[in-house]
Nanobody, 127 residues
Framework: QEEVAESGGGSVQEGGSLRLSCSVS????????MGWVRQAPGKEREGVSC????????YYADSVKGRFTISRDNAKSTVYLQMDDLKPEDTATYYC????????????????????RGQGTLVTVTT
């Protein structure tokens, strides 16, 4: 049975940092691209970042480029999202998703329909 557990969210002031973690089990983590999507109330889902199955390729949405860093540890079946210089517009619930396109080459399209199987973790950025 596949299980996905996101953690690390919270409330932080503008300019602060958070590190999100996503631990998975029940599927071959090392054979998937892994990504983070976020959903804010009244807004479309946004594909924030993706990392290829080996970690050699990464993708970032323009809105977070230069502030967020994605990484993964295949031995621990865990993907991370380091978020620095947070802004109020980063406020959302963050979910990790598995992308069968292992190199994140079609992430921009894939992220729209990939199942978010965890509960997500809420990030709130205050001014």
């Amino acid at each position: 049975q596949e299980e996905v557990a996101e953690s690390g969210g919270g409330s932080v002031q503008e300019g602060g940092s958070l590190r999100l973690s996503c631990s998975v089990s029940g599927f071959s983590f090392e054979y998937y691209g892994m990504g983070w999507v976020r959903q804010a109330p009244g807004k479309e889902r946004e594909g924030v970042s993706c990392i290829s199955y080996t970690g050699s390729n990464t993708y970032y949405a323009d809105s977070v480029k230069g502030r967020f860093t994605i990484s993964r540890d295949n031995a621990k079946s865990t993907v991370y999202l380091q978020m620095d210089d947070l802004k109020p517009e980063d406020t959302a619930t963050y979910y990790c998703v598995a992308d069968p396109e292992v190199l994140c080459g079609t992430w921009h399209q894939n992220q729209k329909t990939l199942d978010a199987r965890g509960q997500g973790t809420l990030v709130t950025v205050t001014t």
